[in-house]
């Protein structure tokens, strides 16, 4: 006959089992990868510790523990078993980009010219806060730098919302998918790609200060769409391709930082903004 210990013990096994399904389901939902990436790793931000965890899915994590852990940013799908993409060519100019069978892409513009837009030195990002203006890396980040050139021209980001905002320990801000809602409320927010791939570059020596803007992955060679703007300094791996520096506009991220961001994020503090970050419409030139 069961006694009531026997009870609560299975219903601790039956607690445990309903916390280990859920957080498998997170997991699942959004496997992606690395920092800002798309998941797979997990950024302590005191201490300097990383930790091999899911990432874009947030894991049980409780709000005393947000202000010292930050899960990377993800960003598009889950790295697919397709071709792996080449890394830039020099004698040629050219940049490999290779379609992303993981899944649908969010908006199909096709893939950018082989030939990579060394004119590129300038972005400028209009949103509904004001004007954030990138000095682009053109010379150490050709293939990242004609992609995006490529997606602006095709008004890829137009209408897009800025879907994950780090706290203080981890201040970045996360764009580039242009199904996110930003409203805390949509699991899917950062799973958003363009259909494509394409290696990592300028990660020799990468440092991710106050001000760098770079590219969020689910893995080696898996850049899509989504980037982070940082707006403090972070203590990340080389494993997000730097590609620009912001010289003006990080006065908005600072403000919109301090109205803190919305419930329903990774469990590790971040979220999407409080007070929404919306492209208007991305300009790629010439002059820096």
């Known amino acids: 006959m069961a006694t009531g210990k026997d009870r609560?013990?299975?219903l601790a096994r039956e607690h445990y089992q309903r916390q280990m399904e859920a957080r498998a389901a997170r997991q699942a939902r959004t496997k992606k990868w690395a920092i800002i990436g798309t998941s797979a790793g997990v950024l302590v931000v005191v201490g300097a510790i990383f930790g091999a965890v899911a990432l874009i899915g947030g894991g049980d994590a409780k709000t005393e523990a947000a202000t010292a852990t930050a899960t990377p940013p993800p960003s598009s799908?889950?790295?697919s078993a397709g071709p792996q993409p080449k890394p830039?060519?020099?004698?040629?100019?050219t940049?490999?980009?290779?379609?992303?069978?993981?899944?649908?892409p969010a908006k199909n513009v096709g893939l950018p010219p082989a030939k990579a837009d060394t004119s590129a030195k300038t972005m400028t990002l209009a949103t509904n806060q004001g004007n954030i203006v990138v000095s682009l890396a053109t010379d150490k980040a050709?293939?990242?730098?004609?992609?995006?050139?490529?997606?602006?021209?095709?008004?890829?980001?137009d209408g897009s919302k800025c879907h994950r905002m780090g706290p203080a320990s981890f201040p970045m801000l996360q764009c580039g998918d242009p199904l996110a809602k930003g409203d805390g409320k949509n699991p899917t927010d950062g799973q958003g790609g363009p259909g494509y791939r394409f290696a990592d570059e300028n990660l020799n020596g990468a440092k991710y200060t106050r001000g760098v803007v770079a590219m969020a992955n689910s893995g080696p060679n898996t850049n899509g769409s989504q980037f982070f703007i940082i707006f403090g300094d972070l203590q990340l791996p080389p494993n997000y391709t730097p590609f620009g520096t912001v010289t003006k506009g990080l006065k908005i991220l600072d403000d919109v930082s301090k109205k803190g961001v919305l419930p329903g994020g990774?469990?590790?503090g971040s979220g999407a903004p409080k007070d929404p970050v919306e492209i208007k419409h991305v300009t790629i030139s010439g002059k820096s």
């Open 95 to 104: 940049c490999d980009f290779v379609a992303d069978s993981s899944g649908a």
């Open 266 to 268: 990774m469990g590790d």
């Open 142 to 157: 050709p293939c990242t730098v004609s992609s995006f050139a490529f997606l602006a021209a095709k008004k890829y980001f």
């Open 77 to 79: 799908a889950p790295p």
């Open 8 to 10: 609560q013990r299975q």
């Open 88 to 93: 830039y060519d020099a004698a040629t100019g």
